[in-house]
Every structure is written in structure tokens, then in C-alpha cells.
């Protein structure tokens, strides 16, 4: 199946449409011809008035069909593969942030657990925080079911409300994967102890705005008197992406930011470049996933605490991650802010669905 069909020929495009007006084929088969139109040169504002198929629409079946292939593609089981076939493109949808495998795992607990959208869209924010986390105690698999298990099983110690808490015991239990989970979640029925909460911090997300705030990085010669030949060895300066960063010949670059105050403090500042999908931020957050994002940290900077996000060596990478007990990865600094780039006047709009919000 292919994820990413080739646009049609006019008389091509004319017989999409007119299987999207007549609703013929299945909505994977629809979510395909959206996608081919768009690829042809059609707005979803045209396809919707000739097939009454809303932009909210097409947006939501092209990327679910984007899903579907991934998933037949993986592959994942038949019965699997049948099932979202026919029906299921609202939570198939939901899973675009997660991978490949992830996804499979995912649709086989949905169609197992007869989750609504909602429930599909609750699932896919925890399994992908869990795989940026790594936290889980070695009772809870990497199965969804226990990964959604431990979820509550975490929310659960936290409550002191003993309805809320029952509650949230049955939800856990209700989607638990093993034996070991199980008894995890079960001991809180008769273990009564609270385990403090602490709530996470938002990332100190910033936008440059106003022009003087973009500073320039200028190479420096030497003192007078200076040799015309110093001048000449004087590399010129190439600078590149949004933040403007200045490479030279070997490994390295450099960057310029303001001098604000959490900048100047910092003992040992290192900069990191990472896109939105890198980084923990919430749902909500209106940022497109291609935005270059510029991340300062404080190398000296390694002592846990709650109130922060850190640099963690997990396995044989760099994350930010925030943790609300100490984290059992190496620290390797704390983040003291996340910058956007400055928002130019004619932003050009991404029209890839998979960058469209809802």
C-alpha cells in the first residue's frame, strides 16, 4: 500500500472526485484521493465544495490513511488490518505520533479494548511520553496494555481520595498486559500510602521577536597593529538556519543569544538544535513539527529537581526529559531555555497534512 500516493492526471483527478462525491470505496480509498488531489493542485476549500468532504475532514482521513499504511505495512496482523480497513480512521489518526511498532501495538489495544477516539488519543500521549521516560518499574512490559497500566497505577499512589483512587486502580486494571502488572496495581487496594505529586513544569519556551534581539556574531581580528595578511586569514563568516548559527573548518559552530539574565548566569552554556517532536512539550503547544527549535542548557547545572527539565543521557542518547522523582539517567545539564525562531512577516503555511492541527 502506498502511503503516498503520486498526483493524478486531470482526467484522473476528475474520477477521485467523483468517488469522493458518491462516497464509493472504503475511507482509506478516500483519504488516498484527498491526498492526490491536494498533490494535484486542489485546496481543501475546492475539493470540499465539489465533494462535500469538510478541509477538518480530509485532513483527518489523509493522515489516518497515512496511519493505515504504516500499519498494514509493519505488517500487523490480519484481522488488525481488516478491521481499520472498513472503520476506525478517527482513532487511527491519533496515533500519528507514535512509530511504526508503536502504532501496531497501539490499534491491536484499541481494537482489543473497544476504545472510542477520545481513549485512542489519551493512549497515544502516554505511550509517547512513556517511550521519552523509560521510568516504569521492571514489573510493567513494554506492552500498551501495561504502559497505560502503569499510568494509572502512577496516578493512583499519588490521589488520596480513596473513590478517585479506586477509580483509577480499576481504569489501570482494566487495560493491564501481565501477571506482574496486575499485582502491582492490586497492592494498592489494600496499601493506602500517598506518594507526594509533583506537577510538571512547563519548558521555558521563548520567541525572538523584536529585529535587535538577533544579534551577530562578528569573527575578531587581533589588536593593532595588525598585519594586512591577519585581515585575509580572517575566514568569512556563513551564517545559517534561523538562530543564524556560524560554522567553521573542522567540528564546531557558534551561536549568538542575548545577554538575558538566565544566559549570563550560566556557569558552563552549551546550545542544542531540536524540533518540537524532540522535546516534551504539550499537545496544545502551537508550534509546526518542522520549526527549528534552539535549546541553552548549563552543563554545571546536574542536580536534580522537579522544577526543571534536564539533559539525560538515555542509553546511547541526549533527551530532555523532566522527571518527578531523580532520574536514574545520567544528568548532563539543565535546560535554561527553549527559543523559537523570530516569526518573519509572509510565513509560508506547511501544507503537508501530517503539520496540520485540528
Known sequence: MQPNPPAPSPIEAESLLRQ??????????????CQQLQKAGYTPQQIFEATGFEPVRQNQIIVAAQVYASIVNAPASEAVIAHYAQTGSDRLYELRILTQAERVAAAELILAKHLDADQAHELARIYKEAARSRQRPSEFSEQPG????????KLARQTSDLADRSRLIAQGLSFVATPAARQQLEHLLTDFTVTPRHPQPLLPLYRLEAEEEMPRVVPV???LPLHPGDLKAVPLLDEQGAFRLVTFQGEGAWVAI???????????????????????????TAITP???????????QRQWDPHSYFLVAQEDQVEVQWQDTDPQQPILGRVLIVLRPKATILEPVDQDPWHIDE
Do not use: F
Open 20 to 33: 469522493l462525491r458518491q462516497k464509493q470505496g472504503t475511507w482509506v480509498a478516500w483519504g488516498q484521493a
Open 146 to 153: 501495561d504502559i497505560m497500566a502503569y499510568h494509572y497505577w
Open 221 to 223: 581580528v587581533g589588536r
Open 290 to 300: 518542522q520549526t527549528e527549535l534552539l535549546i541553552i542548557c548549563d552543563r554545571a
Open 258 to 284: 542575548p545577554g538575558w539574565q538566565v544566559v549570563s548566569a550560566a556557569e558552563d552554556p552549551i546550545a542544542l538544535l531540536a524540533t518540537p517532536e524532540q522535546l516534551p512539550l504539550p499537545p496544545t
